[in-house]
């Protein structure tokens, strides 16, 4: 009953705010190319010569309805990954995602505040939020500058291992990511929301660049004490940039021994002939219940948990 109420206060935000709700599909000939997420294949006897991919996000087909000229929508869909299996992590869960035309940074943010906030049925919490640049956070919590360190002081400063450096090796956004999730937001406060905003521009994902410093771009991320809410940006509509981007991707991929996987060419269409301004967000639905019911393991909000048999 809980999972049900938060959907409905958040259909019940989105129709508020006049967005409206659309579907996309969950199998596609295009994946994800974030060397971090791992799509699920699959095979078809209707496409027996290549692989087919279940969507780690609704994200590539929402933005060609967008550049279609849709208006401010949402869905609200179960999504795939490979290998994300633990206490905070299934490989199938329920994504709220929403974009939202003409909103900058600070709009999206407070938006995402809102729904949040609604969704959880505490209106108190889009007031009661901590919020801090990306570089702030790492200076107040852990005393180390994320943009000049270099990776011995970041590695010194995780408490890192010989066998844990000779992983990391040289990358820089890993030993970043890795000192956010063990030193950062643990130290987030448990009774608000902690929004991160400007991320260095080596995580800019799909977002674009920020128009005053484009050492950083502009993405966000809200947190309940250490667990991660929503992922947010504000989009990059420019087709050259994101063809570079997921070339960087790709190599980033073979680099790891990863599959290449097929690039959305549709969404590269879209984004050519015109995508407007807007920004994105994605939440997790169990995340959120996590925070409702007060637990820090998924299994206590999911009916059925991966890899547990049920009569």
Known sequence: MTRAAIKNRARDYFSAQGVLEVDTPALGIAAASDPQIESLVVRSELSPERRLFLHTSPEFCMKRLLADGYPDIYSMCRVFRDGESGQRHQPEFTMIEWYRLGFGLQAIIDDTLSLL???????????LTDQLTYE?????????????????????????DTDLRQALGGDRDAW???????????????????????????????????PANERVADRFEVFMARTELANGYVELTDAAEQTKRIDDDLQKRAKAGKPANPTDAALLTA?????????????????????????????????????????
């Open 176 to 210: 970043l990511d890795l000192l956010l999730a063990t030193v950062i937001a643990p130290q987030f406060k448990a009774d608000r929301f902690t929004v991160l905003r400007h991320y260095p521009a080596s995580q800019a994902a799909l977002a674009r660049l920020c």
């Open 271 to 311: 984004l050519r002939e015109g995508m407007p301004e807007c920004a994105g967000v994605a939440v997790g639905l169990e995340r959120l219940q996590m925070i409702h019911d007060d637990t820090d393991s998924i299994g206590d909000v999911v009916t059925f948990v991966f890899g547990q048999e049920h009569d």
């Open 117 to 127: 906030a609604a969704a959880l049925q505490q209106p108190e919490y889009a007031a």
């Open 136 to 160: 702030d956070a790492f200076r107040q919590h852990a005393d180390i500058d994320p943009m000049h360190a270099s990776i011995d002081e970041l590695a010194t400063r995780a408490g890192a």
